[in-house]
């Protein structure tokens, strides 16, 4: 495991992460929406993230997904009820992951959703298994992006899909702009749009779209931001005001760097 994936599993198994993205995010998703007016909320735009690219999936009779940073499970839990999909959630954070096997046997979907404690740098699933690879704003906690994609292929069975959304930087992103954000999620670098085509494409991959939605990015933070200033007094008493003000400062650097398109996100989704 990369020093980076550490930091990102004992972050997320910390008490103020994991009480602040369950009440935030309510519970189930834990990656940027997708919003159609000022009104929505984070849980029913994180929503609307997932039927998204859910819908973008050519899938026939086969229908075995991987989620890799899968998180609370909402993803996995809305695949395995709506499309009939036998879902494995790999996920490094213990306290997401338990959290995750109790939605998921409450919602009586514990026979198609199984979760694993696991490091997509090294995916402990063996070779061509997976119809779909999908990840949500999660290998952006990668130390090893290469090696992350290199896993992706390995898992994938001939003509599966790689979808996923990620936290990336603009090719040109100055560095006085990036490093708050760095050192914020403890990385030492960002991942590109440019850089996961060259990626996917030495490796073999097809690239089926690119959809380029750094504005989602601004209003989700955006939200965010609101949701901690209005919810202040209640969420700390959950989490340290210590880690919520930080929080706050974190998401006006997002929202800055967003709204310059040097901070990007966007939905990618590949064959092989």
Known sequence: MSQVVSKARDYY?????????AKVWGGEDIHVGLYEGEDD???DASRRTVHKMASLLEL??????LDIGSGYGGAARYLAE???CQVDCLNLSEAQNDRNR?????QGLDKQVQVFEGNFEDMPFGDNLYDVVWSQDAIVHSGNRTKVVEEVYRVLNKGGQFIFTDLMRSEDCPQDVLQPILDRLHLDSMGSIEFYQR???NLGFEEVQVIKLTEQ???HYSHVLKGIETNYEELSSMSDKDYLDGQKQGLRHWID?????YIQWGIMHFRK
């Open 82 to 84: 709506t499309l009939d």
């Open 41 to 43: 909320s984070i849980y």
């Open 199 to 201: 990626t996917a494409k």
């Open 13 to 21: 198994n910390s008490t103020n992460a994991d009480q602040f993205y």
């Open 102 to 106: 109790e939605l998921t046997k409450s």
């Open 257 to 261: 760097a967003g709204s310059q398109d």
């Open 217 to 219: 990015l601004v209003n």
């Open 60 to 65: 026939g009779s086969s229908r075995r997904v």
